[in-house]
C-alpha cells in the first residue's frame, strides 16, 4: 500500500526481506512484500529514497497514512526522515536493496540496520534521483566517499561497453572496499582515511583528458564544496555535465545538515 504526504510522494509500506553484512561497516538491507509493487524506479543510478522513522512512543494511524500524520501531529511527532540510494531495484524479484553505513550505535538509520529482522516493517518515499551517466561524453569521473559508493556502483554498473571512467573513492580501510562490476573501462583507486588519504588532493592530480567530463561527486560537504571550485574555476568543467552535492557534513547531525547546506554549499 503506498499513501502520499504533503508533497505528493508516496509511502510505502514494506518489509525487510532479508540483511547482508557487506563489509564492517555497510549493511544491505534488502525490502520487498505487497506494498512494494507499487514502487516505480525512475531510471537514475543515483535513485533514492526516504526511510521514514517511527518516533517511539508515538502512536501513529494505521495503515500508515503521512499525510493524516502530518495534519493531526505536531512536527516534532512525525516520523524522522533519513535518505538511501537504491542500490538496486528488482521488479520481478519484488526486491529493493539499500545498503546503510553503520557506526556502532551512532546515528539512526546505521542502528536500525544493524538490527532488523525479516518481516520488519521498512516506510519508503520516493523515489528522487537526477543523473545517470551519458553515452555522448569522452570520459566518465567518479568521486566520492562511503555515502556515495551505492550510488557510484550503480553507475559502474549502467556505463556502456567501454566507456572511459575514472574512479577515486575514499573509505575507512581496505577492508570497506568492495568488488564493483562494471563494462566500462575504468581506472579504479580506492584511498584509505586511515592511512592518511585526502580526495581533494586525489583528484586535483589527476589527468582527466581534454575532452567533455561528466562527473559524480559526492559525499563529504567541505570535500565536495573544495572539489566543485576545483572542477567548475579551474579545470572548466561544463556546470551541466556535473553532479555534485554535499550527502553529509562533518560534525553535523542530518537535520542540522539539511538546514544549513544551501547556505554551505552556496
Known amino acids: 500500500?503506498?499513501?502520499?504526504?504533503?508533497?505528493?510522494?508516496?509511502?510505502?509500506?514494506?518489509?525487510?526481506?532479508?540483511?547482508e553484512r557487506l563489509t564492517p561497516q555497510?549493511?544491505?538491507?534488502?525490502?520487498?512484500?505487497e506494498g512494494l509493487a507499487s514502487f516505480r524506479h525512475n531510471g537514475f543510478t543515483d535513485s533514492y529514497v526516504k526511510v521514514l522513522f517511527r518516533v517511539p512512543g508515538v502512536r501513529y494511524p494505521e495503515p500508515f497514512d503521512l499525510a493524516a500524520v502530518q495534519e493531526s501531529l505536531p512536527r516534532e511527532q512525525w516520523p524522522r526522515m533519513r535518505t538511501y540510494t537504491v542500490?538496486?531495484?528488482?521488479?520481478d524479484a519484488g526486491e529493493l536493496a539499500l545498503d546503510i553505513l553503520v557506526h556502532g550505535d551512532e546515528g539512526l538509520g546505521g542502528p536500525?540496520?544493524?538490527?532488523?529482522?525479516?518481516?520488519?516493517?521498512?516506510?519508503l518515499r520516493g523515489p528522487g534521483g537526477a543523473y545517470a551517466p551519458r553515452v555522448d561524453v569522452d570520459r566518465h569521473l567518479f568521486v566520492g566517499?562511503?555515502?556515495?559508493?551505492?550510488?557510484?556502483?550503480?553507475?559502474?554498473e549502467a556505463l556502456p561497453a567501454g566507456a572511459p571512467a575514472t574512479v577515486r573513492?575514499?573509505?575507512?580501510?581496505?577492508?570497506?572496499?568492495?568488488?564493483?562490476?562494471?563494462?566500462?573501462?575504468?581506472?579504479?583507486?580506492?584511498?584509505?582515511?586511515?592511512?592518511?588519504?585526502d580526495l581533494v588532493s586525489e583528484v586535483r592530480a589527476l589527468d582527466v583528458g581534454s575532452g567533455s567530463v561528466q562527473a559524480?561527486?559526492?559525499?563529504?560537504?567541505?570535500?565536495?564544496?573544495d572539489l566543485?571550485?576545483?572542477?567548475?574555476?579551474?579545470?572548466?568543467?561544463?556546470?551541466?555535465?556535473?553532479?555534485?552535492?554535499g550527502y553529509w557534513r562533518q560534525g553535523r547531525t542530518d537535520e542540522s545538515w539539511r538546514k544549513e547546506k544551501k547556505a554551505f554549499m552556496a
Open 1 to 19: 500500500m503506498a499513501e502520499r504526504g504533503r508533497n505528493g510522494k508516496p509511502t510505502i509500506q514494506a518489509r525487510v526481506v532479508r540483511t
Open 26 to 33: 555497510m549493511i544491505r538491507v534488502v525490502c520487498g512484500g
Open 87 to 91: 542500490r538496486y531495484h528488482d521488479a
Open 112 to 123: 536500525w540496520a544493524s538490527r532488523v529482522r525479516p518481516g520488519d516493517e521498512v516506510l
Open 145 to 156: 566517499d562511503e555515502s556515495a559508493l551505492p550510488a557510484i556502483a550503480a553507475s559502474l
Open 169 to 197: 573513492l575514499l573509505v575507512e580501510n581496505q577492508d570497506e572496499q568492495q568488488a564493483l562490476s562494471t563494462k566500462g573501462a575504468v581506472d579504479l583507486r580506492w584511498l584509505h582515511r586511515a592511512d592518511g588519504d
Open 216 to 225: 559524480f561527486v559526492h559525499g563529504e560537504a567541505g570535500m565536495v564544496r
Open 228 to 245: 566543485r571550485g576545483h572542477l567548475l574555476r579551474e579545470r572548466g568543467l561544463d556546470r551541466e555535465l556535473l553532479s555534485i552535492s
